[in-house]
Every structure is written in C-alpha cells, then in structure tokens.
C-alpha cells in the first residue's frame, strides 16, 4: 500500500511563499510521475505540476514561473515551492502519484492566499 501525506499549507499574504511537502511512503514500487493538483471550492480538481522519474516537468500556465515541482534524490518526498501567490491559488492542494501499483492520492492541504 502507498501513502501519501502532505504538509506546509496555511495562511499566507499575497506575494508570499510557501512550500508544500508530499511524504511518500509504502512497500516496493516503481513511480512514473509525482505531480499537485488544486480544488477550489466549487471547481473541478485542477492539475498544476508533474514531474516524471525521467526527469520532466510540466505547469499550469497560471504557475509558470512562480511555482516549482521537485523530489528528493530517492522520491521519499515530493515538493511544490510556491512564490509570489495570489488570490486565486487559494485551494486545497493534493498530491498524487502514479505507479506500477496505480494511483494514489494525499489528504490535500489547505493554502489561504489572503491579506
């Protein structure tokens, strides 16, 4: 079984930063990609990042430049930096992995972009 779990939302002012984690855990498989998603409430569950094993990235056009996706060297834990937020990246954030195992989502965690 893996488990996902993220961490590193909150409250933060607009042009601020915060960093989301994604601990990645459970028992042998091969990842393809890591990548967030975003929820706003009354939206439809939105993609803003991936990030495959073979090294390639992808954004959101509303995040380019601002946000960025990475991993640790061994995938144990994804990341998403997110500079100068804006209002409207106020969501639920939610990691997701695909793997030979399929694929699997986090809890979500909130981030509030409000002054």
């Known amino acids: 079984q893996v488990q996902l779990v993220e961490s590193g939302g909150g409250l933060v002012q607009p042009g601020g930063s915060l960093r989301l984690s994604c601990a990645i855990s459970g028992s042998t498989f091969t990842i393809y990609a890591v990548s967030w998603y975003c929820q706003s409430p009354g939206k439809q569950r939105e993609l803003v990042a991936t990030?495959?094993?073979?090294?390639?990235?992808t954004y959101a056009d509303a995040v380019k430049g601002r946000f960025t996706i990475s991993t640790d060297n061994a995938w144990n834990t994804a990341y998403l930096q997110m500079n100068n937020l804006k209002a409207e990246d106020t969501a639920v954030y939610y990691c997701?992995?695909?793997?030979?195992?399929?694929?699997?989502w986090g809890q979500g965690t909130q981030v509030t972009v409000s002054s």
């Open positions: 997701h992995l695909d793997t030979d195992r399929g694929v699997y």
């Open positions: 990030h495959g094993s073979h090294g390639t990235t």
